[in-house]
Nanobody, 123 residues
């Protein structure tokens, strides 16, 4: 079981990034997927999630309207589009696979985690 996140980098405020998370077979097609982030000195927090078929998405209030999650089940890949980035978005971003199909913000529902990718936003 593997999740490989990529696409992080350093951008100026107002910029955009697109994160990708490739999953091994067996944990993707029927599973909701989520993105979380952890800033230095802070606890890991929910960013967003997408249901197994892409039919529903959920976002933290802090990113709603700026971030978008989508998935390509044929490629076993989930994406996180980050627009209008702010310095407070600076964090390590993690993708995770939910044990259920619908998705949500409860971290204990995510038994599988990727290694994280760094996003740094400068002012």
């Amino acid at each position: 079981v593997q999740l490989q996140a990529s696409g992080g980098g350093s951008v100026q405020a107002g910029g955009s990034l697109r994160l990708s998370c490739a999953a091994s077979r067996g944990i993707f097609s029927n599973n909701a997927m989520g993105w979380f982030r952890q800033a230095p000195g802070k606890e890991r927090e929910f960013v967003g999630a997408i249901a197994w078929n892409g039919g529903s998405t959920y976002y933290a209030e802090s990113v709603k309207g700026r971030f978008t999650i989508d998935r390509d089940n044929a490629k076993n890949t989930v994406y996180l589009q980050l627009n209008s980035l702010k310095p407070e978005d600076t964090a390590v971003y993690y993708c995770a696979a939910n044990r259920y199909s619908r998705g949500g913000s409860f971290q204990n529902d995510y038994p599988y985690w990727g290694q994280g990718t760094q996003v740094t936003v400068s002012s």
